[in-house]
């Protein structure tokens, strides 16, 4: 079938929507038609070239929801009319951090990048021409074949544009302040970049009890925006806040850190570790330029404070059971999806959509695909 897709075709380069010529699905994989595409920042540090990609051209999109509309040989969990979430890391289940419960570490995650299916090949052709599929899903193609691992079932009354974010964002934020730094009641907890995933630390951080969660952006309608999401106290800059988490914790300082910056560097990591003190972590979620290298700490802190540093990727949680629970949560009214939504675009505007982040106008822009 045809459909059409936003990709780039240059790295670095602007989303350009192609069409997009897609092969049945193989063995083990779905047809699904996206309603709603998340727009991330890990999508944009594939057009800048701050991330690696494998393959050429590169049908964007990580965060979305949809509809199956057809079913390979061998599908076990997914049928023809079920509403699923797309999983930028799969999830077979069989593997070694699979069956240690680390689903977010699944062995498959080594085709993420190359855009291809677990088998190696590729199911899109731009004008002939294999394309890879972003973490292998692609949300940015009004239809994709995607592996069974990499998608999770929802119930059908959550909207797809709200499903569409518990893709990466939602459960990256809340595992990043609930696993990653294991906030505890009456913490004093740093968030760094409140953007689509660092306002869900902020939930995450305010949900388990924290005392203060104190969010730290350089664009105020972020910072205005973190208080509905249960920040205390907010500061465009990192110092200030840092001097707070001391004021109020007796000169000890913050007892983590959650580093959710959209192009996180070194020194980022730097100011977390000097905010944070005895027995402190420093969550890093954010990703920069894959090139960067080496952090500007004091070792000596580090190690006689008894600090740590702890890397996050999907929050640190199991894709299909984060996935349910947190739409579980949205269901109950305990997790606020729908206020995450700044704008929507179609697809013709992905360019437009990602302007808009950089200047700092929304917390999460979404694709709504025509049908």
Request: hydrophobic share 45%; net charge negative.
């Amino acid at each position: 079938m045809r459909t059409r897709a936003a990709a780039l075709l240059e790295q670095p380069g602007k989303w350009q929507v192609v069409d997009v010529e897609l092969d049945d699905p193989a063995a083990n994989e779905v047809l699904v038609r996206f309603v709603a595409a998340g727009l991330c920042h890990s999508d944009d540090h594939a057009s800048t070239g701050d991330m690696p990609i494998g393959k050429l051209p590169l049908i964007g999109g990580h965060e979305g929801a949809g509809v199956v509309e057809a079913v390979g040989p061998g599908v076990r969990s997914l049928a023809v009319g079920d509403r699923v979430v797309a999983q930028f890391v799969p999830s077979c289940g069989r593997c070694g951090p699979c069956s240690s419960g680390r689903g977010n570490l699944c062995d498959l995650g080594m085709y993420a990048l190359a855009g291809s299916m677990t088998d190696g090949t590729f199911r899109a052709h731009v004008d002939g021409v294999d394309a890879g599929q972003m973490t292998m899903v692609g949300t940015f193609a009004e239809h994709a074949v995607v592996p069974e691992y990499s998608l999770t079932r929802i119930d059908d009354d959550i909207p797809f544009q709200v499903a569409a974010l518990l893709s990466c964002g939602v459960p990256t934020g809340w595992g990043s302040a609930e696993y990653g730094a294991e906030v505890s009641a009456g913490d004093t907890v740093i968030v760094m970049g409140t953007g689509g995933v660092g306002m869900n630390a902020v939930q995450a951080a305010s949900a388990r009890g924290a005392a203060h969660v104190i969010a730290v952006d350089p664009v105020a309608f972020k910072r205005e925006s973190a208080a509905q999401f249960g920040a205390t106290e907010s500061f465009a800059d990192i110092n200030e806040a840092a001097d707070f988490a001391r004021s109020v914790t007796g000169g000890q300082g913050a007892h983590s850190a959650i580093v959710t910056v959209g192009v996180t560097t070194g020194e980022h990591v730097a100011q977390a570790v000097n905010a944070i003190g005895k027995f402190g972590t420093v969550v890093v979620t954010g990703i920069g330029d894959i090139k960067d290298e080496g952090l500007p700490i004091n070792l000596w802190l580090l190690s006689m404070m008894q600090k740590r540093i702890q890397g996050v990727i999907f929050g640190m949680g199991t894709p299909p059971y984060e996935i349910t629970r947190l739409a579980g949560m949205y269901r109950a009214g305990r997790l606020k999806l729908d206020e995450l939504i700044t704008t929507t675009y179609r697809l013709d505007e992905v360019n437009q959509a990602y302007a808009d982040m950089h200047a700092g106008r929304n917390i999460r822009g979404v694709i709504l695909h025509d049908h």
